[in-house]
Each structure stands twice: as structure tokens, then as C-alpha cells.
T-cell receptor
Framework: DAMVIQNPRYQVTQFGKPVTLSCSQT?????MYWYQQKSSQAPKLLFH???????NEADTPDNFQSRRPNTSFCFLDIRSPGLGDAAMYLC?????????????FGNGTRLTVT | AQSVTQPDIHITVSEGASLELRCNYS??????LFWYVQSPGQGLQLLLK??????LVQGIKGFEAEFKRSQSSFNLRKPSVHWSDAAEYFC???????????FGKGTHLIIQP
């Protein structure tokens, strides 16, 4: 089945140690999103790629970066994780044009920072 | 900028009873509205969406939602809930272009026997 796959499901990293989360999709969607969801909160958009164009949300910290080497893959890099970055990170995709197209979410990666 | 309000943080419903989860949105133009469900430790699954046409939309798992422009609402309903419906429910609105969704804070649904 076509889907959005996030690896790993659980990631533990140390304070200040760089970490990369990965997302792949078989939907061939143009747009890929990264959301951060802290405990008992709504998902918060960090940034998205529209094809190769990167779009950062204004309040996303510089500590968070992303790469999209091809249509299928997108990575979230946290350069120096802090304790406050512990959260579920959700990857999602959608087609273009996007307005009435829903987002398709992966199952998320839960990040723990020790 | 668009926003979504889900006024109920928690709702408890008996199994077999009807359900209504409230959602109010703020958006200047015609909104694109969605309901997602999230089980513990999982991603978000789309229940239904509205962008035009019939204001009563049907979704998966027996859910429906009604768009009321005059009330800026998009409430989710189900006539008879099952224990497996216990989850977090998010209402979301979408802006223009490739913008992502803006989510409400979610409603945690508890099903009691």
C-alpha cells in the first residue's frame, strides 16, 4: 500500500547530540511536511517542502533543519537537541494543488532527549 | 491567519451513545476543513473533509460532520460510539497554496462501558 513511513518509531538522543529523523513516501506527493507534537498538544508545523522549495515557519528555531534529496525522502535534522525538543515528530504529504487535498501522515517518531 | 478552536478538552461518552465534538474556525475565505483522529502513539488518520458542496459530509468509521458557515462551525458527530473510538480528535483548517494544516488543540474522547 502507498503510504508515509517514518523511521525509527522511537529515537533516543543525548542533550546536544545531533539527530536525524527520516520520512519516506510512496504516494509521489509534491509536498512534504514536518510537524512537532508535544505531549497533549496539537501538532505544530515546523516547515514544508513544495517540490524542492523549502518553506520555513517563522517561529521554527534555527536548531531545526530539513533536507529533501528526492521526491520520496525527507529528513529532519536537529542540530543540538535540548530537553524541550522531546516530542512526537510527524511527517505528512499532500498533492499539488493542495487546498482540498488532505495531508497523509506517517505514524511519527517519538524523540526522547536525555 | 486561520485558527481553530475545540472548546472541549475531554469528553466522556457511554458506549452506544451518540457523540458530537465541537469545532469552530476562523478564516477569511471559504475554509477547507478536516477532522483527524489520533490513537495513542500513532500518527493522524483522516476521518473526513469539507471544501464545497453538501454541508453534511460523511467520513470513515461512521463519522459525519456538518459545516455551518453562519456559526463558523464544523462539528463532528457519530450516532453510536464504540469502545474503539476512544482517541484524540483534531479539527483542522487549511489556508492557501501548499500551507499545512492549522490544528485545534484536540478533544480527548473517553468511552465508558
Amino acid at each position: 500500500d502507498a503510504m508515509v513511513i517514518q523511521n525509527p518509531r522511537y529515537q533516543v538522543t543525548q542533550f546536544g547530540k545531533p539527530v536525524t529523523l527520516s520520512c519516506s513516501q510512496t504516494l509521489n506527493h509534491n509536498v512534504m511536511y514536518w510537524y512537532q507534537q508535544k505531549s497533549s498538544q496539537a501538532p505544530k508545523l515546523l516547515f514544508h517542502y513544495y517540490d524542492k522549495d523549502f518553506n520555513n515557519e517563522a517561529d521554527t528555531p534555527d536548531n531545526f533543519q530539513s533536507r529533501r534529496p528526492n521526491t520520496s525522502f525527507c529528513f529532519l535534522d536537529i542540530r543540538s537537541p535540548g530537553l524541550g525538543d522531546a516530542a512526537m515528530y510527524l511527517c505528512a504529504t499532500s498533492t499539488r494543488p493542495s487546498l482540498n487535498s488532505p495531508l497523509h501522515f506517517g505514524n511519527g517518531t517519538r524523540l526522547t532527549v536525555t | 491567519a486561520q485558527s481553530v478552536t475545540q472548546p472541549d478538552i475531554h469528553i466522556t461518552v457511554s458506549e452506544g451513545a451518540s457523540l458530537e465534538l465541537r469545532c469552530n474556525y476562523s478564516y477569511g475565505a471559504t475554509p477547507y476543513l478536516f477532522w483527524y483522529v489520533q490513537s495513542p502513539g500513532q500518527g493522524l488518520q483522516l476521518l473526513l473533509k469539507y471544501f464545497s458542496g453538501d454541508t453534511l459530509v460523511q467520513g470513515i468509521k461512521g463519522f459525519e460532520a456538518e459545516f455551518k458557515r453562519s456559526q463558523s462551525s464544523f462539528n463532528l458527530r457519530k450516532p453510536s460510539v464504540h469502545w474503539s473510538d476512544a482517541a484524540e480528535y483534531f479539527c483542522a483548517v487549511r489556508g492557501g497554496g501548499a500551507d499545512g494544516l492549522t490544528f485545534g488543540k484536540g478533544t480527548h474522547l473517553i468511552i465508558q462501558p
